[in-house]
């Protein structure tokens, strides 16, 4: 299992934004983190509409932290992209029918899934950008 490409762009581009005094402008940011412009805008617009990333219009424009480092973390960042992290399909849909089990419920595998759904999602909540 791996996150996508654009999530760990995303993280990126949050630690850049973490580590820099005022805003920066996409062209920086995507040249700085080795991301196309095109890419980096995409992604850019994901971190603002889930309230990571503020932007600013005009010549002192750019992109900025909405919030302090110390108060985003990469579960945030990971679920702006992807949406909820969970290891299997069946761990976030109660009305899943397994193929294996025709009947809704939880099955043992489901069970262990979801506890390590939880167990990864509680360790990416601890890790906020000021500590990386």
Not at 43 to 50: C, D, R, T
Not at 70 to 90: D, F, R
């Amino acid at each position: 299992m791996h996150i996508t490409k654009e999530t760990d762009y995303a993280v990126r581009i949050v630690y850049c934004l973490a580590n820099t005094e005022g805003r920066k402008d996409a062209r920086s940011i995507s040249e700085e983190m080795s991301v196309t412009l095109r890419f980096s805008l995409k992604i850019l617009h994901k971190l603002v509409q889930s309230g990571i990333v503020k932007s600013y219009k005009g010549s002192k424009g750019g992109y900025e932290l909405a919030r302090p480092a110390t108060e985003i973390n990469l579960k945030q960042v990971i679920e702006s992209i992807e949406g909820t992290y969970c290891l299997a399909k069946c761990v976030d849909n109660p009305d899943y029918v397994c193929e294996w089990k025709k009947v809704p419920g939880l099955c043992s595998f489901r069970k262990e899934f979801s506890r390590i759904s939880c167990k990864i999602n509680e360790e990416l909540e601890k890790v906020t950008f000021d500590k990386l």
